[in-house]
């Protein structure tokens, strides 16, 4: 019996997005209105991530009503967190799989695409890409908290630049190994992260 394969929440909406995003129809049709490839390339993006954004919510929703189940991403076992962060908390390939075809969708994630053995080159720059940006969101938690307890509401703004302050501190980069701007991490890092209720 092959290991399981575990997802983060978002990672899997992002490969659900990717998954149901029919380019050849859509290409039809914007072909129909006049509109260019080019123009339907800089469009693709935020369509995938519309898409990728509802994926996110169904699938926190079957989380939350228990029809997925959410685990630790240390050692994989089932827990009900406090604060649920869809770029911490994973679930498996397989459940995300029987919860679609419960669902009655005739799709469903392909196990292959996440072999390490597919995509060697791309495992290490990958992991670092994630790495940064579960660090920011980590180090977000933190200073909201502190700023918290200090009376303050501090906007993502303003965690940014402590948070960008503190990876230069740490000489912490990107995977191109360049400095990361407080806009960058605002953008890429908190664009989904939401305050910790606790």
Known sequence: MSAN????IEAAALELA?????????????SSLGISEASFENMKESMIEAS???FNNQIMSAAKEGKLVVRNPANKLPYIPTTRRDFFEVISVSEINAWLE????DYKLNKSLFSDRNKPELKHSENQEVNWITKAREKADIIFNR???????PSKKAIAELIAKEFENENILTVKGKRISSQYIERHALGKWNRPRN
Request: charge should be neutral.
């Open 147 to 153: 700023q918290k307890k200090l009376g303050c509401d």
């Open 52 to 54: 990728q954004k509802v």
């Open 5 to 8: 394969l575990y997802l983060t």
């Open 18 to 30: 990717k998954l149901t995003f029919d380019e050849e129809s859509l290409l039809a049709d914007i």
């Open 102 to 105: 419960k669902s009655g969708v």
